[in-house]
């Protein structure tokens, strides 16, 4: 008989997991580690497994059952469910991936052991925007039971787990939205198959990714075939399957739309505005945070907002209490009309904008280039949908870092100027220019406009 682990290994591949069989692959440039198997000898069959996977945006949540059947005498076998961390150049604390762990035995909650062995082994990894490979040293943390067989009996065991799926989200330079990564969760099959002969006689998969389809995350997946899917939950049942010729189950999908709108939530909190105007209808339906009103005008027609000065007050090195200015950092508006999907799908939205801070131009789109398709704007956040109420996850933004650093870029000499008395001259006055709609009758709708500035002890980078 062969040796048997059962192994739920959490390897960090630049924040990346990776488990076992009964656990899960978080990879990038997945490297695969770990293998199911007893920490000793034992004549142990896999009579069946039960898998049950649940995706809910950056979460997995895992529920695999296992039966068990001891082919010898009386014994008690070690289980032993590793845990390896290492802490990647990019973050400051070790990524955390195991949310929580549970086992059972035969239905009732057992017990378990927790060991750590610091700089257990070490790992490469590799970075792909700068071609270098990464020696990093790897923590192994241990949960591990005590299984008492008698002769010739069967036991079930059920690990309930959750974890953190794959994600390396930057802001690159002074970012006002993050660039997340793809998504990752590969569960791995193969090492379960050190049970027996990796025969299992009785195999089920069961896969909830329904939330990932609710929010047009395009969930791709990949190893297990034959799957059947019914509104986003697939599933597979066979028997005597060959773990060896089907070695992992991989989920891929994209989550930008929400993470940048937990981004936003819990980064910022809107500016404040004295007033607006426009030279079309309603300018004032555009900030009562309602989208069922809607300003509508047409190409040619501008909004002006002005924005009040605001001030908050921080010591310096010796005590001294000094003013600084607080800037707004971004602007996100929902383009269309969004009192329903049917005026929202018959209605114009902007596609190319003029946008200027105090007079200085930041956005023009005379140049087709810069505009990414016939409806987002460059740098947009969303594509926009009706399957949340989450205004944030409609937001669309020009603007993929703060506004100053675009009047820095700018680099004209109105710009030079206000950025040396970035202190003395606030942003008054935001102006909007509708330069392009989408629509042949030059028409656009706007439901709701925001603009951001960072919530209080939020992030540490502020401008100047």
């Known amino acids: 008989m062969k040796n048997l682990t059962l192994l739920f290994l959490l390897f960090f591949q630049t924040l990346s997991l990776a488990f076992a069989n009964g656990g899960v692959v978080d990879e990038n440039y997945f490297k695969k580690t770990g293998n199911i198997r007893l920490l000793q000898k034992a004549d142990i ?16 949540f895992i529920e695999v059952t296992y039966f068990l059947k001891n082919n010898g005498n009386t014994q008690s076998v070690h289980y032993g469910f590793p845990v390896d961390i290492y802490e990647t150049e990019y973050t400051v604390n070790p990524y955390v991936g195991v949310l929580y762990f549970d086992v059972e035995v035969n239905n009732i909650p057992k017990k378990y052991a927790y060991w750590r062995v610091n700089d257990a082994y070490e790992s490469n990894k590799y970075n792909e925007e700068n071609n270098k490979k990464y020696t990093s040293k790897v ?37 006002f939205i993050p660039t997340p990564s793809e998504r990752q969760f590969v569960y791995d099959l193969f090492p379960s198959s050190s049970w027996a002969d990796g025969i299992v006689k009785d ?23 034959n799957l059947k899917n019914e509104k986003g939950i697939y599933t597979f049942q066979t028997q005597n399957f ?131 398709n016939a ?20 937001l669309v933004t020009p603007f993929g870092e703060h506004f100053w650093n675009y009047i820095a870029d700018d680099g004209n000499e109105r710009a030079v100027k206000l950025l040396d008395k970035i202190n003395e001259e606030y942003f008054h006055t935001f102006y909007i220019q509708i330069k392009k709609s989408d629509r042949e009758n030059k028409e656009v709708a706007l439901s709701d406009l925001h603009i951001f500035r960072y919530k209080k002890n939020s992030r540490k980078h502020l401008p100047y």
């Open 203 to 225: 195999f089920s998969v069961t896969m909830d990714l329904s939330d990932l389809y609710q929010h047009k995350c395009n969930p791709k997946i990949e190893g297990l075939e």
């Open 139 to 175: 923590d192994r943390q241990w949960y591990a039971l005590k299984l008492d067989f008698e002769k010739e009996k069967t036991q079930t065991l059920t690990i309930k787990y959750a974890v953190r799926n794959y994600a390396s989200d930057y802001y690159y330079g002074f970012g």
């Open 45 to 60: 069959s896999l009579l069946k497994e039960d898998l049950r996977i649940k995706i809910v945006s950056d979460t997995t």
């Open 375 to 394: 409806i987002k704007l460059k740098n947009t956040c969303f594509l926009s949908h009706f399957d949340t109420t989450s205004i944030y996850e409609h």
């Open 242 to 372: 060959d773990l060896k010729k089907c070695s992992y189950l991989a989920v891929i999908y994209n989550n930008q739309r929400r993470v940048i709108a937990n981004n936003l939530k819990r980064e910022y909190e809107f500016f404040p505005i004295t007033s607006i105007s426009s030279s079309a209808e309603n300018a004032e339906y555009l900030i009562d945070n309602d989208p069922n009103t809607v300003w509508k005008g047409k190409e040619g027609d501008w909004i002006k907002i002005k924005l009040p000065k605001v001030l908050t007050y921080i010591k310096d090195k010796n005590g001294k209490t000094k003013s600084k200015i607080i800037y707004p950092m971004g602007i996100g508006f929902l383009n269309g009309d969004y009192s329903s999907k049917e005026n929202f799908d018959s209605t114009g939205k902007i596609k190319k904008m003029l946008f200027q801070v105090n007079g200085i131009t930041i956005i023009n789109y005379d140049d087709a280039d810069a505009v990414i």
